[in-house]
C-alpha cells in the first residue's frame, strides 16, 4: 500500500488528487476499521490510517473519512483548544483549502469563509497568493499551509496575507521545516522537475525552510508565535489522533 500511494501523489497533479480521492478512500476505509486511533475532525477510528506521502509513504498518516493528514488534525485541535475561531464572527481566507476542513468549515454559521487558490478545483475564488484579489484589512483569519516552498517569492506572498488581515488579525500559515537546516535554502534558477526533485525532494518545490522560519514570516510584518502545542497534549492522545510529534504551529499576529 506504501509504494502505490507514494506512486500515485508522485504521478498524479494534485488537483485530479482532490476530485477522485474521497470516493477511492471511502471505500478503502471499510479495510481499516477499528479502534486503535480517530480522526478529531471527523469523530471516525480505524484500527490505522491509510500511509501517504513520498519516498516513502508514512505510514499511519491519512484518514480516509475526512482525507486529514497529520498535520491537519493537530491544526484542528489547536483552533478548538487556542483560538475562538469555532464561537467568534470571523471573515476567514482558505488559501489551497484543505478537503478535511472545506466542507466543515463552510457549514460553520459564525464564519464568513472564502476558499482561494490558483489551481484547485476545490476553491471558489481562484487566485494567485502574490497578488490576492482582496482589500486591505478585510479578513480576520487566514490559513495558508504548505503553499511557501511552492511560490516564486514567499516574502511577497506572506506580505500579501498580512496585508488583506485586520489589525489584530491573524494567520496559520505552515511549510515543511528541515530541522537540520539553520537557514533556508532556496534555488530558483532550478528549472525542471528534475532537478528540483533532486534537490528539494519534490518536484514542485523551490526552497527548503530551516529553523529560520518564523523570522522569514516576521520580515512580512507578523508577529510570529512559534507554538509547541503538541507538546503539551497528552501522549495518548497524541498517539490516538496519529499526531506529528515535532510540529510547530506558526501563529502570525498582524498587530493592533
Same mark, same amino acid.
Given at each position: 500500500m506504501? @509504494? %502505490? =500511494?507514494?506512486?500515485? =501523489? *508522485? &504521478? =498524479?497533479?494534485?488537483k485530479y488528487l482532490q476530485i477522485i480521492s474521497p470516493l477511492a478512500l471511502r471505500i478503502v476505509a471499510l479495510f481499516y476499521m477499528g479502534n486503535k486511533v480517530q480522526c478529531p475532525i471527523s469523530g471516525k477510528k480505524y484500527r490505522e490510517f491509510l500511509p501517504y506521502g513520498r519516498n516513502p509513504a508514512r505510514a499511519n498518516a491519512l484518514c480516509p473519512d475526512s482525507l486529514s493528514l497529520e498535520r491537519h488534525r /493537530?491544526?484542528? /485541535?489547536y483552533l478548538k483548544n487556542n483560538t475562538n475561531f469555532f464561537t467568534a464572527k470571523l471573515r476567514v481566507l482558505h488559501i489551497a483549502p484543505e478537503h478535511c476542513f472545506i466542507h466543515r468549515f463552510e457549514a460553520m454559521k459564525n464564519l464568513d469563509y472564502i476558499t482561494a487558490d490558483i489551481e484547485s478545483p476545490l476553491a471558489k475564488v481562484k487566485m494567485d497568493v502574490h497578488q490576492i484579489p482582496f482589500p486591505d484589512n478585510d479578513f480576520d483569519v487566514a490559513f495558508c499551509n504548505h503553499v511557501m516552498e511552492h511560490v516564486t517569492s514567499d516574502i511577497q506572498a506572506m506580505s500579501e496575507i498580512y496585508r488583506v488581515l485586520k489589525p489584530g488579525g491573524w494567520a496559520i500559515i505552515q511549510s515543511p521545516i528541515n530541522p537540520l537546516r539553520a537557514v533556508t535554502f532556496e534555488d530558483l534558477t532550478? &528549472? !525542471?522537475?528534475?532537478?528540483?526533485e533532486r534537490v528539494f525532494g519534490q518536484n514542485d518545490h523551490v526552497r527548503d525552510y530551516g529553523l529560520d522560519y518564523g *523570522? *522569514?514570516?516576521?520580515?512580512?510584518?507578523f508577529t510570529v508565535v512559534e507554538d509547541d502545542f503538541v507538546k503539551r497534549l497528552? +501522549?495518548?492522545?497524541? !498517539? /490516538?489522533? +496519529? /499526531?506529528?510529534?515535532?510540529? %510547530? =504551529?506558526?501563529?502570525?499576529? @498582524?498587530?493592533?
Open positions: 506504501k @509504494k %502505490i =500511494i507514494s506512486f500515485v =501523489i *508522485r &504521478k =498524479i497533479p494534485r /493537530l491544526m484542528y /485541535l532550478l &528549472k !525542471t522537475p528534475e532537478e528540483r *523570522r *522569514r514570516l516576521e520580515q512580512a510584518g497528552p +501522549a495518548e492522545k497524541v !498517539t /490516538l489522533y +496519529a /499526531l506529528p510529534q515535532d510540529e %510547530i =504551529i506558526y501563529l502570525c499576529k @498582524k498587530p493592533q
